[in-house]
């Protein structure tokens, strides 16, 4: 066992202290103490052990504590079970010693962290549909899980580069099918840029460069664009009487490349390559959803809107609880605009997410979607026949115009055109199967060689030892190694 070197036990305690300097919800002496218990038990705990990249291994659960504190905004209990989301799994400590010394909520939470990465994290079944259900199981238990769990993946998407080749390609996939998705289904909208990029970078790293690149390059006339639309407006807004913050930020890399794939067009061609966005300080008296029209009315007075890009979010909130405005104009020198109108309390909504919501939420308030998306959730995983793959279909992401993604009954996942067929699924994973294949089961459904595959499909292939390939098979193929 391997002690770590002064200058490793100095980060460690780096860490510890900007996590108690900059966490949110840590009020009291008391949330301290229990925040510096949970880091002497896991430090002890994870003592001489390393991960893959050298680091000690108590870097990783202080990480995913200022994730969750920081970037989520969940408070001491979500903290602490941060600081001790790996203890029962990687080490000699029990359930029942977290129950003893900090309770049976942190125990159950904990204990629900390990169960996902029980079935969730294996070579073997890491990705079926029937394991993802157990995963929303916990969410009904609490919704702290899953946050947590976003936060692990986001630290090890960050350390990526220290893994194997195979395995990054893994992990990304993973990555981009569920957690992004996952992500923004409760409006964690900068966790979920955030995973798509890293998955990018790991997926296809020219791609990701290239446009990283572009983007650097075209920073100096991006900034003075941004200042010589701002200024007209900041001055209306300034005479309205409004309090607010305006920036300018480019979209994320993936979003910049899922737009370049869809439309086939250049990273040049792209017109809303970035995005304004006001956050006001609400008048008093004055209802938030009409100060955003006013504000809205104030740019377009100066700025003439695109009629069919108007989003309204402030009337029908999305179903995670994002609000906002959104409206595209045209700027000076001929530039299409995106422009985002929120409020304060729309803009720690869209940041943090659903953590956030539950904050506004006043007690008799009507039932928002993502309450409702969490209630069928629960109604659905307490009902005995409730379907896993439905699960996957609610949270499928539709990646890409020219790629889907199915799993084999293991739940690997197997990266296909689109457009491809059982056939092609068959001749992917190995040429005799694909010479031996009858015929198919998609999601447990008996289908021709000739079925087309959707994206979070699970596929089964049958065979027998007599089949032979024939003429018509050249029609149910479409990929190079069919």
């Not at 991960?51 to 504190?69: Q, T, W």
């Not at 029209?293 to 007075?301: A, E, G, L, V």
């Not at 689109?418 to 289908?447: C, S």
């Amino acid at each position: 066992m391997s002690e770590f070197s002064s200058k490793e036990e100095q980060r460690v305690n780096e860490l510890l202290e900007k996590l108690l300097r900059n966490c949110v919800y840590c009020k009291t002496a008391q949330d301290e103490k229990l925040i510096r218990k949970a880091f002497k038990m896991a430090h002890d705990a994870h003592q001489g052990m390393r991960r893959k990249s050298g680091e000690p291994y108590i870097v990783h659960p202080l990480e995913v504590a200022l994730i969750v504190n920081e970037e989520i905004g969940l408070g001491v209990t979500g903290t602490v079970c941060a600081i001790l989301h790996d203890v029962v799994e990687d080490t000699d400590l029990s359930l029942e010693d977290i129950e003893n010394a900090f309770g049976k909520k942190v125990a159950s939470i904990v204990d629900g962290l390990t169960k996902i990465s029980g079935v969730f994290d294996k070579e073997s079944n890491s990705l079926q549909a029937e394991n993802f259900r157990k995963m929303l199981l916990t969410l009904a238990e609490d919704v702290r899980v899953i946050f947590i769990k976003l936060a692990d993946r986001l630290h090890n998407m960050r350390t990526l580069g220290a893994l194997p080749r195979h395995k990054q390609m893994k992990i990304a996939g993973e990555t981009i099918y569920l957690y992004a998705p996952l992500a923004h289904r409760l409006g964690l909208y900068a966790l979920k840029s955030e995973l798509e990029d890293l998955s990018l970078k790991y997926r296809y790293p020219e791609v990701y460069n290239e446009i990283a690149e572009k983007i650097k390059m075209t920073e100096g006339r991006r900034l003075h664009l941004i200042n010589h639309f701002s200024l007209p407006i900041i001055d209306a807004l300034l005479n309205n009487g409004f309090k607010f913050n305006i920036s300018g930020r480019p979209k994320s890399i993936y979003s910049i490349w899922q737009k370049m794939h869809q439309k086939n067009v250049t990273f040049e061609e792209i017109y809303d390559l970035f995005a304004i966005r006001i956050v006001f300080e609400p008048k008093e008296g004055i209802a938030e959803k009409t100060q955003c029209w006013n504000i809205y009315s104030i740019i377009t007075d100066i700025y003439a809107p695109k009629p069919e890009r108007i989003r309204d979010w402030v009337s029908t909130p999305k179903a995670n609880g994002y609000e906002a405005l959104h409206t595209t104009v045209m700027g000076p020198n001929g530039k299409w605009m995106e422009v985002q109108i929120r409020s304060e309390r729309m803009n720690e909504i869209a940041e943090r997410g659903f953590a956030a919501h539950w904050k506004y939420k006043e007690k008799g308030s009507p039932e928002s979607e993502l309450d409702k998306w969490i209630k069928r959730i629960r109604e659905t995983l307490e009902s005995p026949s409730g379907n896993a793959m439905e699960f996957l279909d609610d949270f499928k992401l539709n990646l890409f115009a020219s790629e889907i993604m199915v799993f084999t009954p293991k739940g690997h996942i197997i990266t296909l055109p689109q457009g491809a067929t059982a056939l092609d699924f068959a001749y992917e994973i190995h040429t005799e199967i694909g010479n031996k294949a009858i015929g198919a089961k998609v999601n447990h459904k008996l289908v021709p060689l000739g079925h087309k595959l959707s994206s979070g499909d699970q596929v089964e292939m049958l065979t027998t030892s007599v089949q032979k390939p024939t003429l018509e098979w050249y029609q149910n193929a479409t990929t190079v190694k069919a």
